[in-house]
T-cell receptor, first 112, second 112 residues
């Protein structure tokens, strides 16, 4: 069955440093890999999407890489801030509008 | 991006009863998606709702337990039927927009 693993349940990072989150998957050939931010009591918020034929995508302080050979994505937040503290979810889709398969998420804490 | 209004935001229900969750989108969308997020777990897709046709359910979810309506292109409901404490979860609706997905703020259901 499809499986998505995110590197750790919680990650503590000092403010100003780069936070790196990992997403590994098995038994899946996704067309898209996506990252979402979820704050307590809220629904996930879309951050970035990367396609299977793309290696890297950037948006402001965010960078996502996608290695379909390793079946892995890395999500980086540079110059991290306490406001970046949240749970970050990795999600896969096969393309079209077929819904998402989510990882359990990594709870990121940026300490001042 | 689309704005999704979901209600109720939370409810406490007696076992054996049913709860209907409503999801209103401010634009017309072909497909709407319903997810469940159990405590400490990630989001799991329940079903995909197309206007004018039966919803498509994921493995482990059945129409008798989670009936869905989709009367038009901006509205959908999910009913959680004959509830048990195991149904205590957050339920979220979602729409796809250009690859990324927008989520409602969720309905936190507690079954006692």
């Amino acid at each position: 069955s499809q499986k998505i693993e995110q590197n750790s349940e919680a990650l503590n990072i000092q403010e100003g440093k780069t936070a790196t989150l990992t997403c590994n998957y098995t038994n899946y050939s996704p067309a898209y890999l996506q990252w979402y931010r979820q704050d307590p009591g809220r629904g996930p918020v879309f951050l970035l999407l990367i396609r299977e034929n793309e290696k890297e995508k950037r948006k402001e302080r965010l960078k996502v890489t996608f290695d379909t050979t390793l079946k892995q994505s890395l999500f980086h937040i540079t110059a991290s801030q306490p406001a970046d503290s949240a749970t970050y979810l990795c999600a896969l889709s096969g393309g079209g509008a077929d819904g998402l398969t989510f990882g359990k998420g990594t709870h990121l804490i940026i300490q001042p | 991006s689309a704005v999704i209004s979901q209600k109720p935001s939370r409810d406490i229900c007696q076992r054996g009863t049913s709860l209907t969750i409503q999801c209103q989108v401010d634009s017309q969308v072909t497909m709407m998606f319903w997810y469940r997020q159990q405590p400490g777990q990630s989001l799991t897709l329940i079903a995909t709702a197309n206007q004018g046709s039966e919803a498509t359910y994921e493995s482990g979810f059945v129409i008798d337990k989670f009936p869905i309506s989709r009367p038009n292109l901006t509205f959908s409901t999910l009913t959680v039927s004959n509830m048990s404490p195991e149904d205590s979860s957050i339920y979220l609706c979602s729409v796809e927009e250009g690859g990324g997905y927008t989520f409602g703020s969720g309905t936190r259901l507690t079954v006692v």
